[in-house]
């Protein structure tokens, strides 16, 4: 075989810098990662772009992406990310966050962004526990699920039912687009990129606040294999966190229409 007899059929997107990732082994982020640096390169908008990092699993994101990034405090991504759109409103702006770093932390930074309709688009990995600190029980935690901070499972009784952020924040004038996908298998990875698209597309036309919730595996934390991990995604997570669109306006809904 010679070199003209391989056809090339999955290469790095431009977006993603040549480095390792420090991401445990079959975690998701690095899918969700190279999806917002495919959609950029598609859109042509790498280096209209600014992200903001968070504190949590992807607090490097920054390293990670090859566009302008910075990084924000604990939850304040919303905030940092509306300061830089209304000082640079031909930018697109988003947030990349974890459970803890928007469902708690930053949860009132978010809904606030989202009650004013804020021209930003926000990403949210939800793999229901902190995993960068550890695997201690999350906002979205599942009850009778066991972290490292409720071994014996979540009780809701005394701990609360998990936030669902896609549906509360689809309530709130503001918002234009949110929905909720699944990266455990190839179809919801498929499904997630054009979302993003949509998110970004939807940013560009000025149309309000925009989110995609991203269903991630943890298999560390969990203690679970990564094909073990993707069942019990599937399992438990989509029951309670159903894969769906929470939030289309009118105006998004044509734009979602177009996006292939």
Known sequence: MTDTDVKLVYDRPVGLAPRTTHYCPGCTHGVAHRLIAEVLEEMGELRNT???????????AYNYFDFDFVEAAHGRAPAMATGIKRTLPDRLVFTYQGDGDLASMGMGETV?????GEQITIFFLNNTNYGMTGGQMAPTTLPGQRTSSS?????????GYPIRTA???STLDGASY????SLGDARGIRNAKKAIRTAFEIQKAGLGFSMVEMLSICPTNWGLSTPKSREWLKEHMLPYY???DFK???EAERIMKEVK
């Open 50 to 60: 600014i992200g903001v990092a968070p504190v949590g699993c992807a607090v490097f």
């Open 242 to 244: 159903p894969v769906g």
């Open 112 to 116: 606030a962004a989202a009650a004013r």
């Open 178 to 181: 949110v929905v909720r996908r």
């Open 248 to 250: 289309v306006s009118e």
């Open 151 to 159: 071994p014996l499972g979540r009780d809701v009784e005394t701990q």
């Open 167 to 169: 549906e509360m924040l």
